[in-house]
């Protein structure tokens, strides 16, 4: 089955631009997803396993910084134009 997913990642510190920019690159280290982004969210799209196993990896790396916000909208199908 294949998804679409949007994320909007907060990093609550004053350095919150290099977290957000490693995260998308940790997402884009997956060939399989498509990665788009814009300045509200990262939208990825693929497989359903493929994706939520690459977004659950990347968040764990993600949350090694203390107090890291996700907000994760999932739908059941391939939303891309």
């Known amino acids: 089955m294949r998804i ?3 994320l ?3 990093p ?5 631009k290099q977290p957000i ?3 998308i690159s940790d997402l884009k280290q997956n060939n399989a997803l498509e990665v788009r982004t814009n300045t509200m ?3 990825v799209f693929g497989e359903f396993d493929e994706v939520m196993s690459t ?3 990347c968040i764990k790396n993600a ?3 203390p107090h890291s916000v996700f907000v994760m909208k999932i739908i059941n199908s391939d939303l891309r134009n």
Not at 12 to 16: G, R, V
């Open 4 to 6: 679409s997913v949007e």
């Open 8 to 10: 909007s990642y907060y």
């Open 12 to 16: 609550l510190n004053e350095e919150y």
């Open 21 to 23: 920019l490693k995260f």
């Open 41 to 43: 969210s990262t939208q």
């Open 55 to 57: 977004i659950t990896g």
């Open 63 to 65: 949350f090694q910084l």
